[in-house]
T-cell receptor, first 113, second 107 residues
Framework: DTGVSQNPRHKITKRGQNVTFRCDPISEHNRLYWYRQTLGQGPEFLTYFQNEAQLEKSRLLSDRFSAERPKGSFSTLEIQRTEQGDSAMYLC???????????FGAGTRLSVL | AQRVTQPEKLLSVFKGAPVELKCNYSYSGSPELFWYVQYSRQRLQLLLRHISRESIKGFTADLNKGETSFHLKKPFAQEEDSAMYYCALEDFNKFYFGSGTKLNVKP
């Protein structure tokens, strides 16, 4: 296990298209987080899972965004009808339940043209 | 609302000089605070957390509740400390990050 893995690393899409990103957390970790990071800003919390349950969603997460973690292992983040404002780095992190050290993936950089 | 402020976008110091990266927070309660670091071409990683009260790579950070600050300090900066540093606050399993400070340590 080499840590949190995110795919793809880069995604270029046209406005209006749907995109899906994948995150594979560290295998023993039951918490999984999604963040968005734009240029010059820190990571912004989007949502998190404990096992397969999505426990919280930020108000930043519009209804075009949906995240799943169907078996409590990997997670997907889908953005429907992408807009140019969705261009950002999307980061995934995982941690143990009850632990607050987050282990981050390398991120998926989305560019919406 | 929870908020983490890092007032400096960029901090440049010479090797061997002291470093202080500022972090202020607003939180109604007892905060759990962290410093994360991102070296060039690497992923974001934990540097230290206040609850551990430890020194990592010569860095320390003290929580000052009166000033609502959690500044990161190192007495003698090294070139390998050059990186982006993010202060973060945890609120019931959600994490809020500051906008980051780029530390540039010049030879």
């Amino acid at each position: 296990d080499t840590g949190v893995s995110q795919n793809p690393r880069h995604k270029i899409t046209k406005r209006g298209q749907n995109v899906t990103f994948r995150c594979d957390p560290i295998s023993e970790h039951n918490r999984l987080y999604w963040y968005r990071q734009t240029l010059g800003q820190g990571p912004e919390f989007l949502t998190y899972f404990q096992n397969e349950a999505q426990l919280e969603k930020s108000r930043l997460l519009s209804d075009r965004f949906s995240a799943e973690r169907p078996k409590g292992s990997f997670s997907t983040l889908e953005i429907q009808r992408t807009e140019q404002g969705d261009s950002a780095m999307y980061l995934c992190a995982s941690s143990f339940e009850g632990g607050n050290i987050q282990y981050f993936g390398a991120g998926t950089r989305l560019s919406v043209l | 609302a929870q908020r983490v402020t890092q007032p400096e976008k960029l901090l440049s110091v010479f090797k061997g000089a002291p470093v202080e990266l500022k972090c202020n927070y607003s939180y109604s309660g007892s905060p759990e605070l962290f410093w994360y670091v991102q070296y060039s071409r690497q992923r974001l990683q934990l540097l230290l957390r206040h609850i551990s009260r430890e020194s990592i790579k010569g860095f320390t950070a003290d929580l000052n509740k009166g000033e609502t600050s959690f500044h990161l300090k190192k007495p003698f900066a090294q070139e390998e400390d050059s990186a982006m540093y993010y202060c973060a606050l945890e609120d019931f399993n959600k994490f809020y990050f500051g906008s980051g400070t780029k530390l540039n340590v010049k030879p």
